[in-house]
């Protein structure tokens, strides 16, 4: 059977400012799991829009498409056509999860939740020539038992950092704006995988640096420090994301970077405890984030935060408070957001309720655009609030501030090389990706990543110090307020 896999890409992605390091990170892994539950002998090509331009003339049997918000209108046009030229076209992912009824106008089988249970369902209906219109994931989920990633379908030499891996599925939390309680409804919604069958998974992929596109590395601790424990001595460097809360955890951090951290997104959203309470973000109130980030730099792990704007708490002084606070507590670079109702959210839900949704162009909602009647705020004010704080904080001046908050030469150096590399060089690593060269840079990420490894332990504290004098021109996330590709049909 052929079978034509493909992530179409997000309207930003094909936007005048489009920024081919962000779009190239990663390789459709959600994607590559599903295929692993192909038969052998099945044809698949797998294709990402966003660094390949797709091969529509063929026909295959199966188009199974993964669908974001913001690509949702390319990929219900891309399933237009497949289906006039008598292909048999799946939907599934975030977006579908969340308005099926709107993305089985566009598809003769449709996916809600995790792809983990229902597409081998799908597959052995489809076979028999019974395929339903609708499969939902409910019940008692898990990826205990999994078939490896289809890495062979992936082309590595197109992503930046190609050695992506999930070993978990959702986040332990419940904040108001994230998709996770409409993507897992009706089930677990937070489950690991074996430590052995993850170690085995890191085992098959070349070269030293990982990427953890875990909603939550850290969210079962059990899990973390076992799996942790088990990645000791593989010399492996690697990023992920956590919380606050698991960064204070006592001993965690440490058993982390001892087996390869060197980079960290962290989930701070907003300074403000009244929006944390409204946005059911409790994980993070009474949690110090300075001593976080300390905690974060004492063990040789750099930071990039994430700020969410427009909570109904924030006025217009948020955005310099914001940037001011990061860059005195120098983290080295910053992700920042625009709060944005996902439909299935609570968020979306209130906003609703509230009629305060100014339309529902998806194309829009992509954390760079006003889709709300913000509080304090004008819709204005908020967009231009959102560009000034990425424009300030990484000015050169607030660069350099950052970097003399360590202190260290070899600290600051670090500093200016993580934040300056990655947004004053852009063009630079613009030119590598679009010449298709993407993963020639990784041996050089590589070996930056390990320049962090040169942390002596701080025996009284148990810390390790950082005092490496190189550093990642990596952030270890981006974008992670809008959707990720680490689910499978997700």
Known sequence: MKVKMILPALTEATSPFFRPIKYSLFPPLGLATLAAHLAPEDEIDLQDEHVEKLETEACPALVVLQVYITSASRAYALADHYRKRGAYVCLGGLHVT?????????????FLGPGDDTFPQFLRDYRAGQAKKVYASTGQRGIEHIPPV????????????????????????????????AFFEGGTSFYVQRVDDALAEMERLPGRHLYFLDDHLFGNAKFAEALFEGMRGMGRLWQAAGTVQSVLKPGLLEKAAESGLRSLFVGFETLSEENLRSSL????????????????????????????????????????????????????????????????????????????????????????????????????????????????????KNILQGAWTNARWSERMRHLAYAGGWKKFEPLWDVVIRAQRATNLLPALESILAGFGAHPVNKESGCRRANSDQASIFPPRIGAHQEKDSRGLA
């Not at 969340?98 to 449709?110: F, G, R, T």
């Not at 973000?281 to 300075?290: E, G, R, T, V």
Request: aromatic residues 14%; charged residues 20%.
């Open 281 to 396: 973000k409790y994980q993070n109130l009474h949690k110090d984030y300075a001593a976080a980030i300390r905690r974060l730099h004492a063990n040789g792990v750099m930071v990039n935060g994430s700020f969410v704007f427009g909570m109904d708490g924030d006025d217009a002084s948020v955005f310099d408070r914001t940037v001011e606070w990061a860059v005195s507590n120098g983290i080295e670079t910053a992700t920042f957001h625009i709060l944005t109702p996902y439909p299935g959210t609570g968020l979306y839900q209130q906003m609703q309720a509230q009629n305060r949704l100014l339309h529902n162009n998806w194309d829009l909602y992509d954390t760079r655009h006003v889709v709300y009647r913000p509080a304090k705020l004008t819709a204005e004010e908020l967009e231009t609030g959102y560009w000034r704080a990425y424009r300030d904080f990484y000015a050169w």
């Open 150 to 181: 289809r890495r062979d379908l992936i082309k590595r030499h197109l992503y930046l950092v190609p050695n992506s891996l999930v070993v978990s599925r959702g986040c332990p939390h419940q904040c108001s704006f994230c998709y996770k309680n």
């Open 98 to 110: 969340s308005l099926p009824q709107e993305a089985a106008q566009h598809a003769d089988s449709i």
